[in-house]
């Protein structure tokens, strides 16, 4: 985590020859009328597209399968976060290599890093003492982090602020039946409800649906998995009886195959439930490139795993 402190010199340098550069050929930005908002993963972003409606557009960086703990900024990024009107991460340490870039861009307009609204108690933490950023798997704490940018859209524009009150009570209450639809975890035998997958994204999702969680890579996707860390995560399997583990769409799948076989080797058969989105969402366009289809698909894919047990896909 103290990676780009050490890098911060050479960080600096390019993030001003990049913004020279970028401020020069601002093509994408045309003058449309719109206000221009840049999100760093797209769980913020596509809830403020139908929040924002035809007033607003918005660009997401971090498009499905990217990893948002080790992605860095692009040329183009920077082009484009040039031509934003307001800018919204994350923040709590998720996208751990663009901190300097927002910090550098906060002088000059508005950048929020709406994770770190949210009261310090609410929050998670490892026995390191680092906070878990993956705040967007528990709803009432989703809607905390989405208001604070309305109201930041509201501020900017507050013509339309009742628009966008309005539009976001529609779709907190969308998201109030999403958190109903998911209490079908509940039936999940006690015994069953371990949820293994390759990184430690789900703890705000196992908290809020009374799951035990189990990554076998910390809270970042910038440490290295150890063989211990493959038995460790084998011992629980056994433990537990788990039937199923998950891979990640922004996570590379060998650590999970290798527990999967591992088990074998132990005479333990556990099938792969399927793959979850943990720090991406799907295609943009498709129902999981949204939040609410996103946050659909595991709780199917996660119930169906482990209620009943499935054959590997
Ligand atoms: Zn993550």
């Known amino acids: 985590m103290f990676k780009y402190f ?8 390019i993030f001003i020859l990049f913004f020279t550069i970028g401020a020069c050929e601002n093509d994408d930005q045309e003058d449309d009328g719109k206000i221009h908002v840049v999100t760093t993963i797209a769980q913020i972003g596509e809830p403020l597209s ?14 499905p399968s990217v990893d948002p703990h080790l992605y860095n900024a692009t040329h183009g990024d920077i082009n484009t976060l ?5 800018i919204f991460y994350n923040g709590l340490n998720l996208e751990a290599n663009m901190v300097e870039i927002f910090a550098e861009i906060g002088k000059s307009k508005p950048v929020v890093a709406i994770g770190e609204t949210i009261p310090k108690e609410l929050l998670l933490y490892d026995e390191m003492g680092s906070v878990d950023p993956h705040i967007w798997f528990d709803i009432d704490l989703w809607k905390m982090a989405l208001e604070q940018a309305v109201e930041e859209l509201k501020e900017f524009a507050p013509e339309h602020a009742e628009t966008f009150e309005k539009n976001k009570e529609d779709y907190f209450a969308q998201l109030d039946e999403l958190k109903k639809e998911a209490e079908m975890l509940a039936e999940i035998p006690d015994e069953k409800r371990v949820l293994v997958t390759a990184h430690d994204a789900f703890g705000y999702f196992g908290r809020m649906h009374n799951m035990k969680v189990v990554g076998l890579q910390g809270l970042s996707t910038d440490s290295e998995i150890g063989v211990s860390d493959i038995q460790a995560t084998i011992d629980i399997i056994i433990e537990y009886n788990v039937p199923a583990v998950f891979v990640e769409s922004s996570v590379n799948e060998d650590s999970i195959k290798a527990v999967i076989e591992g088990a074998q080797d132990r005479g333990v058969n556990v099938s792969l439930g399927g793959q979850l989105f943990s720090d991406a969402m799907g295609e943009p366009g498709t129902v999981e490139g949204t939040y609410i289809g996103m946050y659909r ?9 482990l209620s009943k047990g499935v054959e590997g896909n």
């Open 297 to 305: 698909h595991n709780v199917n894919a996660i119930y169906e795993a």
């Open 50 to 63: 139908v929040i924002g409606g035809d007033l607003v557009h918005v660009k997401s960086l971090m498009g």
């Open 6 to 13: 050490k890098k911060g010199l050479l960080f600096s340098l």
């Open 82 to 86: 040039d031509g934003a009107d307001l």
